[in-house]
């Protein structure tokens, strides 16, 4: 089972590795891409990429002086024609430098990229929305060889997805960044704080009325109001508990450290750790807990055991009672009953 993390500056690749990171994604968006098609980013995100292809050599080389795979995101749900024409040229300089693989959504694109470039591999984004056998089976045959699954899939479905097609790798998310919308849904991008933020980070204040005007009942606006307490409340968990960490930094937020022993199971190919725009040192924190989660697992401790060491890591009981933590909550109902 792989260790994805994500990287956006040179400095966090061999510290990433030694502490255990497998694989590593970034983005990338060339000046001329700002130039020519005033966009601020070529793969959703205006932040959180590398900046030229300078960088991008370098991050490969790293990579792989480190034994691990670099992959680039190009994941956009689609491109105009003249951006795909670039992104094609991304790829094209990405290939020539030795990388390794494209995550990308637009299904048109991978078969595209797949056939264009055969020595590089391409993983079919989660934001492609694709959660089902017969999805990674289309996915196998336009030239994918790794499927991203979205984050509300469930460990069974991943298994389940696993067993019927195994020609073509499984990866699930971890740790790190709920998803509000469900991903394939959400036509945004990730704006920076001084630009709004998420648009998924709703802070509209709600005013309620009945249709013919008259007062609400004080018991449905004490409900409203309970229910949009609830929805603040989720929010927060989804956005990694208001992006908070321990003493020790060790991030608090979505998280499946309790799921690993049945992904490895089901045959997970890979666990994913969310945040391309985090500070070095929460990416650092993150890759350590999953290995140190992932090593536990591979020496044989149960499923109780494993549970019990990934709550105690930050402790995160409190957090993990709630179920909004959790990137796979069967685990919980499953000890609940």
Known sequence: ?????????????????????SEFYCGLVPPEWLGRFHALSANRRPSGNLK?????????????????MLSLVLNAQNYPAAQAEAVVEIAQRFADIGGDALIVSDLGLVHLLAARFPALRVHVSSVATCRNAAAARLCLELGARRLILPRDVTIDEAAGIAAEVPDI?????????????????????????QMGGPICLDRY?????????????????????????????????????????????????????????ALRRGQVAAIKIAGREAPTARKLASVRM????????????????????????RPSEAHCATGFMCYYPEVLRAEAN
């Open 169 to 193: 790798e499984i990866e699930a998310f971890i740790l790190n960044d709920g998803c509000v919308f469900e991903e394939g849904a959400c036509h945004t991008i990730h704006l920076p704080g």
């Open 52 to 68: 030229s292809y300078t960088d991008l050599a370098a991050a490969v080389e790293l990579a792989h002086a480190h034994g691990a």
């Open 290 to 313: 999953v290995k140190s989660v992932v090593d536990r697992v591979r020496g044989g401790a149960d499923d109780a055991a494993v549970r019990d060491f990934a709550m105690a890591l």
């Open 205 to 261: 204040q709600y005013r309620y009325r009945r249709r013919d005007g008259g007062e609400l009942p004080a018991r449905v606006a004490a409900r409203l109001r309970e229910n949009d307490e609830a929805y603040e409340r989720w929010l927060w968990y989804r956005f990694s508990c208001g992006f908070s960490t321990t003493p020790e930094g060790l991030p608090y937020g979505p998280c499946g450290l309790c799921a690993i022993p």
């Open 1 to 21: 089972m792989r260790i994805v993390a994500p990287v956006s500056r040179l400095s966090e690749i061999a510290p990433l590795a030694q502490a255990g990171a």
